[in-house]
Nanobody, 127 residues
């Protein structure tokens, strides 16, 4: 049984940092793209960041977080991370990690192409 478990969320002041982790179990995802999404109250789930399959692989970010967030992965630990710096109140949301399975032809961040999802971790940024 595949399980993704996020951790590291919490309350932080604007300008602060948090590091989210997503530990996968039940299967090895070293060959799959993994991503982070977020959903704020009353809003649709939106893409945040994506990392390709190899450790140190290519990364892609939403414009809203580019230069502030960093996605990384440790395939040996079957874990993906999201380092969030210079946080803003508008970053407040539930953050989800997800696995893109099967690997799509070409590049896409459409949520429906991500088969496995974690339960989410809450991030609140106060002003």
């Amino acid at each position: 049984q595949v399980q993704l478990v996020e951790s590291g969320g919490g309350l932080v002041q604007a300008g602060g940092s948090l590091r989210l982790s997503c530990a996968a179990s039940g299967r090895t995802f070293s060959s799959y793209r993994m991503g982070w999404f977020r959903q704020a109250p009353g809003k649709e789930r939106e893409f945040v960041a994506l990392i390709f399959s190899w450790s140190g692989g290519s990364t892609y970010y939403a414009d809203s977080v580019k230069g502030r967030f960093t996605i990384s992965r440790d395939n040996a630990k079957n874990t993906v991370y999201l380092q969030m710096d210079s946080l803003k109140p508008e970053d407040t949301a539930v953050y989800y990690c997800a696995v893109q399975d099967p690997p799509p032809v070409g590049f896409t961040t459409t949520p429906r192409t991500f088969k496995y999802w974690g339960q989410g971790t809450q991030v609140v940024v106060s002003s």
